[in-house]
């Protein structure tokens, strides 16, 4: 069984920093993705930043130059650094690993429960 775990939201004043971490652990094969997803009230779920297992990262257009996405390889977590924070970043922040497991050996997307960041002064 797959167990997604993130830490790190909570409140911060605008300009400010915090740094999301998610691990994954459980009987895992192999990890092809790893990724921050965010959603606001009333609004969808966006991706924020993504990493694959050979490092090529994307971002969302909003994050870019503010945020970092990296990834610890022998502790299966991925760090979401966010930097210069903005009232707009408020979200439940959501961890979303792509991997392979003993229940399907077809890359599959596993989901933290989410952690909230609020911005605001």
């Known amino acids: 069984q797959v167990e997604i775990v993130e830490s790190g939201g909570g409140f911060v004043q605008p300009g400010g920093s915090l740094r999301l971490s998610c691990a994954a652990s459980?009987?895992?094969?192999?990890?092809?993705?790893m990724g921050w997803y965010r959603q606001a009230p009333g609004n969808v779920r966006e991706l924020v930043a993504s990493i694959t297992s050979g490092g090529r990262t994307n971002y969302a257009d909003s994050v870019k130059g503010r945020f970092t996405i990296s990834v610890d390889n022998a502790k299966n977590t991925v760090y979401l650094q966010m930097n210069s924070l903005k009232p707009e970043d408020t979200a439940v922040y959501y961890c979303?690993?792509?991997?392979?497991?003993?229940?399907?050996?077809?890359?599959?997307?596993?989901w933290g429960q989410g952690t909230q960041v609020a911005v605001s002064s």
């Open positions: 979303n690993v792509e991997l392979t497991s003993p229940r399907s050996l077809i890359p599959h997307d596993y």
């Open positions: 459980g009987t895992i094969f192999s990890i092809y993705a």
